[in-house]
């Protein structure tokens, strides 16, 4: 047999970045065997998926709590099976809770380990760093601003840029996603995303279409688009339309197509994470909105290090886009800035000129950069620390 890689994706973003990897390998190690725990987009690629990835995908720290003795007997399991047949590298992609355990581990039995998106040590728990320094011998990072902080912890690192900024275009076409959508050219269009996961969509939904009407009493012929990721977000949606007694809002419910509800959208109301980012590659003006529960929004805030939590206005190194949090995040205050945005073309363009300034510095071919510093690890295991 050839050389193996071992990769663990635990989410679907997960399962595309790594499929990226592996097909950049494949294109140029072919007898490369890919194992482990991933989803459809790496066994596309050719990847022996031993566990389906999400079978690891958890939702906040109670069903963390409730799920750990299943995911630990998985843990140990695949452990055990790579220790019985080592491969030559172990790549952790992303999901740290899950990967920096299995990974110390397998370091210590000589594996070359590597974690692929960096844990956003340089926005909340910093401390986990010492943690990452005995798990990992390269991290690879998606943003530029990374490596320094690991290297200052003696851990090599290296900048491979971010996979969506290869795949967004640099000008996205905003009529052809309208007409794909069936929207009209002139209309005002706001793209309302209030995240992936359910207890965010639960959260979100009530002040995101009260948010729309006040749009609506402000442009009547405005239209609104809400991509949701599953069918149960959408079900969640759905209901706090009927609560809010909106159900003739001018609102298209969307299975998916988050990009193409960007790309058609003037500006874009959005919840705090990767669709923030996706936004800013599109160069749409947006506005951020995030609400939890009081007890864990007091301890993320105490634990903050950013007085940002998007990740345009982190990437910028200043406040490019309004940020409203918790109580400050009302109907009429994010009306308001979404209003501001539409209404002012020229800090429109200005926008887009520094968001496309972020998208050539994002853009690095990813996944070429990261097989460059895998491949030369094929064939030359470490001898395990005595």
């Keep these: 047999m050839g050389p193996r890689i071992a990769l663990v994706a635990g989410e679907a973003s997960g399962d595309l970045l790594a499929s990226h990897l592996i097909a950049a390998l494949k294109a140029r190690q072919p007898d490369l065997h890919?194992?482990?725990?991933?989803?459809?987009?790496?066994?596309?690629?050719?990847?022996?998926?031993?566990?389906?990835?999400?079978r690891l995908a958890v939702h906040g720290y109670v069903d963390a709590l409730k799920r750990y003795r299943e995911l630990s007997r998985m843990r140990?399991?695949?452990?055990?099976?790579l220790l019985k047949d080592p491969p030559d590298v172990?790549?952790?992609?992303?999901?740290?809770d899950f990967n920096l355990w299995l990974e110390q581990q397998l370091r210590r039995h000589g594996i070359h380990t590597m974690h692929f998106v960096s844990p956003s040590i340089w926005a909340w728990r910093g401390g986990r760093i010492k943690r990452i320094r005995a798990a990992i011998d390269h991290m690879l990072c998606l943003f530029p601003f990374e490596p320094a902080i690991y290297e200052a912890a003696d851990v090599p690192a290296t900048y491979v840029g971010h996979p969506l900024a290869d795949t967004f275009p640099l000008v996205p076409n905003k009529q052809e996603a309208r007409e794909r959508l069936h929207l009209p050219h002139a209309a005002p269009v706001f793209a309302l995303l209030p995240g992936s996961r359910e207890s965010e969509v639960a959260n979100l939904a009530p002040l995101f279409i009260d948010t729309a009407k006040y749009l609506l009493a402000r442009y009547p012929d405005a239209r609104f688009l809400v991509p949701l990721a599953t069918r149960e977000t959408r079900v969640i949606f759905e209901h706090a339309q009927y609560a809010a007694e909106a159900r003739d809002l001018p609102l298209s419910l969307l299975f998916g197509h988050a990009v193409e509800a960007m790309t058609a959208a003037d500006v874009v109301l959005v919840a705090s994470g990767t669709a923030s980012l996706e936004a800013a590659l599109l160069k749409r003006p947006m506005v951020i909105a995030y609400?939890?529960?009081?007890?864990?929004?007091?301890?993320?805030?105490?634990?903050a290090y950013l007085p940002w939590v998007g990740l345009p206005n982190i990437l910028c190194n200043e406040g490019v886009v309004p940020e409203m949090l918790q109580d400050n995040a009302s109907p009429e205050a994010?009306?308001?800035?979404?209003?501001?945005?539409?209404?002012d073309t020229d800090a429109q363009h200005a926008l887009a000129?520094?968001?496309?300034?972020?998208?050539?510095?994002?853009?690095q071919d990813t996944a070429q950069r990261a097989a460059d510093i895998i491949l030369p690890l094929l064939g030359s295991r470490q001898n395990a620390p005595v």
């Design 353 to 363: 000129e520094r968001f496309t300034a972020l998208h050539h510095v994002l853009r």
């Design 90 to 96: 172990f790549i952790g992609v992303d999901a740290p």
């Design 291 to 303: 609400r939890m529960g009081d007890f864990q929004y007091r301890m993320m805030k105490r634990m």
């Design 34 to 54: 890919c194992e482990g725990i991933g989803g459809p987009k790496m066994e596309a690629v050719g990847f022996d998926a031993w566990w389906p990835y999400d």
């Design 334 to 343: 994010l009306g308001e800035a979404l209003a501001r945005w539409y209404d």
């Design 76 to 81: 140990r399991a695949l452990l055990a099976r």
